[in-house]
């Protein structure tokens, strides 16, 4: 049976944009995406925005459903004794459909384990969110050949996490390689669905029928003049965007991508 996946464009603003920088950004985006809702051009693609926690409420009610609306982390219980953390029902107030977990940066530079990383995924997938895995490989992982280890057990961790009834939710997995992220130095189109191809075959492991509707999103220095070798890429299903997601003309430029 022939899946047709919606190409996913989501833009990480990362720690940067304060309210009216984030007013301003999205503004340009919604003008450059042109007309009444959906721009008939871009029918088949959906764009989506990952701003930073405080700028969310700020961002949300622009959107009117033209673009949908993500935060770059989330923790899984509703509420508690969780100092410095952010729920998922506080996100679904703020109009959010996405929630990243497992981004790189969270994992290497702030010490989530795979563990913890799958906690927050099952929380955000339980609660009606859909969250965004984040997977991916240091150079030192990739030198030594354990990629596809590496990934799998990313991967493993959070699908087994979800409980039956999570395991029927919607999912978006990105494959971030480490050392591309942020450096400039984006993984070439083969080796970057090579690795996405594996990702689906897990996922197959588990359900084949989600692993087909599963979008896998490729990331890691996408800029305009590289991202359609992506998009052609028959298990790449869009593009998870960091410092090109921060100007609209960039960004918009790799929404048209073809
Ligand atoms: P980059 O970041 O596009 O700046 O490499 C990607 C990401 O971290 O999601």
Not at 30 to 37: E, F, S
Not at 181 to 203: H, N, Q, S, Y
């Amino acid at each position: 049976m022939m899946h047709t996946r919606r190409r996913l464009i989501a833009g990480n603003w990362k720690m940067h944009m304060v309210r009216a920088e984030a007013d301003g950004l999205v503004r340009a985006i919604l003008d450059g995406l042109g007309g009444p809702p959906p721009a008939r051009a871009l029918a088949g693609t959906e764009v989506a925005v990952f701003p930073p926690f405080t700028a969310l409420a700020a961002v949300a009610p622009l959107l009117a459903g033209r673009v949908s609306l993500g935060a770059q982390n989330v923790h899984w219980a509703q509420t508690g004794a969780f100092t410095g953390e952010v729920s998922p029902g506080m996100l679904l107030d703020l109009c959010c459909k996405y929630a990243l977990t497992g981004h790189s940066e969270r994992r290497h530079v702030f010490g989530e384990s795979d563990a913890m990383v799958a906690r927050r995924f099952a929380g955000a997938a339980g609660a009606g969110l859909v969250p965004v895995l984040c997977v991916g490989e240091t150079l030192g992982q990739r030198e030594a050949g354990q990629t596809q280890a590496v990934v799998a057990e990313q991967l493993t961790h959070a699908l087994d996490a979800l409980d039956a009834l999570e395991a029927q939710a919607e999912f978006v997995v990105a494959y971030e390689p480490v050392w591309a992220i942020g450096t400039g130095k984006a993984a070439g189109p083969e080796d970057a669905e090579a690795v996405c191809a594996f990702i689906r075959a897990v996922l197959a492991g588990h359900s084949s029928g989600q692993a087909a509707a599963t979008r896998i999103l490729y990331g890691g220095s996408v800029k305009p003049d590289n991202a359609g070798a992506f998009f052609r890429q028959p298990n790449i299903d869009g593009a998870l965007v960091g410092g090109a997601s921060l100007g609209a003309g960039d960004f918009l430029a790799i929404v048209r991508a073809q």
